[in-house]
């Protein structure tokens, strides 16, 4: 399985930005695709999950400003960003699996599949 992730770039607070993560290489409705995010200094963390190609599972950190969706013909899914903040600067990251439990959506462990990052600047 192949991750890539692009749509990242420069943005005033406030602003919105739409992240892409496209997926190849098995069925994509088997999968699980997660967001997650690591600005500098920190560890990374979840940000979302498109679940096993059905449903969104947002962490509480930015419901009502981030959404995801899922496109199963075209192998992607979509990070929606609004009301951007400085915090929300970081390098975001899509990543895969097939086994993930609704229990572990936030666990990086579960995710056995990385794309490469994209870093999303939010300046104030």
């Known amino acids: 399985v192949q991750l890539q992730a692009f749509g990242g770039g420069l943005v005033q607070a406030g602003g919105y930005l739409s992240l892409s993560c496209d997926v190849s290489?098995?069925?994509?409705?088997?999968?699980?695709v997660g967001w997650f995010r690591q600005a500098p200094g920190k560890e990374r963390e979840f940000v979302g999950v498109?679940?096993?190609?059905?449903?969104?599972v947002i962490d509480d950190s930015v419901k009502g400003r981030f959404t995801i969706s899922g496109d199963n013909a075209k192998n992607t899914v979509t990070l929606q960003m609004n009301s951007l903040r400085p915090e929300d600067t970081a390098v975001y990251y899509c990543?895969?699996?097939?086994?993930?439990?609704?229990?572990?959506?936030?666990?990086?462990?579960?995710?056995?599949?990385w794309g490469q990052g994209t870093l999303v600047t939010v300046s104030s």
């Open positions: 498109w679940f096993r190609g059905s449903y969104t």
């Open positions: 990543a895969a699996s097939s086994s993930v439990m609704r229990s572990n959506v936030a666990s990086q462990l579960a995710y056995a599949y």
């Open positions: 290489g098995r069925t994509f409705s088997r999968y699980s």
